[in-house]
């Protein structure tokens, strides 16, 4: 069994309060949650207006698979989600 995990640290620009901060991540979570059936949280930086901690998480039998998915996630975010940039992300494999 192989778990991974993948962290992004987020950028919301124009975001002026954290009303409209978690306006913009809740529908992130919820659209990776559906597109590729993740375990998906808001993780820090909950008291910054313009940035965002994201974790996904996934169960495996093979940890290549476990590592495209998460990896395809990364890519999936800039195309529906024009309007946040991705700062850094991480993939672990637990």
């Not at 002026?16 to 949280?41: C, D, G, M, V, W």
Request: glycine content about 2%; proline content about 4%; charged content about 20%.
């Amino acid at each position: 069994m192989n778990i991974a995990v993948l962290t992004l640290h987020l950028h919301l620009p124009m975001c002026q309060s954290l009303k409209e901060k978690r306006s913009r991540i809740k529908p992130l979570l919820y659209r990776i949650h559906k597109e590729f059936n993740l375990s998906t949280a808001e993780i820090g930086l909950n008291d910054h207006w313009q940035e965002g901690m994201v974790a996904c998480a996934l169960v495996s039998n093979d940890a290549n698979h476990a590592h495209r998915v998460l990896q395809q996630v990364v890519e999936f975010i800039p195309t529906c989600f024009p309007d946040l940039e991705i700062i850094d992300f991480h993939i672990e494999n637990i």
